[in-house]
């Protein structure tokens, strides 16, 4: 969340466990068709519009490549 901050980009935490259906998980993650399986969970925007989505390991890399 650190790398978040500094970076200035503007992010939202939820638990992925008060998700309790596929369209729960799509009020947090508008335009992400697929089941979230693993955390952290990464959807980013530009003008409304996704343009990455990841989970797991390939959010985290994400993630740190932004950082530097």
Known sequence: ???IRALGIPA???????CRTFSDV??????VDV???KTPALAY???G????FGQGQDAARW?????Y
């Open 1 to 3: 969340m650190d790398r």
């Open 12 to 18: 939202w935490v939820f638990d992925m466990e008060e």
């Open 26 to 31: 799509q009020e947090f993650l508008p335009q």
């Open 35 to 37: 089941s979230v399986t």
């Open 45 to 47: 925007y530009v003008d």
């Open 49 to 52: 519009r996704m343009k990455r």
């Open 63 to 67: 993630l740190e490549t932004r950082a």
